[in-house]
Nanobody, 123 residues
């Protein structure tokens, strides 16, 4: 049974940083693309960042490019999202997602999801 567990969310002032972690179990992470999505109140879930299975190819939403960095450690079955220069508009529940094979920017393409972790950025 595949399970994704996020951690690292919290409250931070604008301009600050947070690092999210996503620990995966029940899968061999080197076979799975990983991604982060977020959902703010009253809004649809949106793609934030993704990372390919093996060679570390990464891709980002324009809104976070240059501020967020996604990475992974396949030996630990863990993905990370380093978030710098946080803005109030980054406030959302952040979800880790995984799918076998290649990565996509569309939430419906992902098979496995974590429970989410709240990130709150205050001005």
């Amino acid at each position: 049974q595949v399970q994704l567990v996020e951690s690292g969310g919290g409250w931070v002032q604008a301009g600050g940083s947070l690092r999210l972690s996503c620990a995966a179990s029940g899968l061999t992470s080197s076979n799975y693309a990983m991604a982060w999505f977020r959902q703010a109140p009253g809004k649809e879930r949106e793609f934030v960042a993704g990372i390919a299975r093996n060679y570390g190819w990464t891709y980002y939403a324009d809104s976070v490019k240059g501020r967020f960095t996604i990475s992974r450690d396949n030996a630990k079955n863990t993905a990370y999202l380093q978030m710098n220069s946080l803005k109030v508009e980054d406030t959302a529940v952040y979800y880790c997602a995984s799918r076998y094979g290649g990565g996509y920017r569309v939430a419906s393409e992902y098979d496995y999801w974590g429970q989410g972790t709240q990130v709150t950025v205050s001005s």
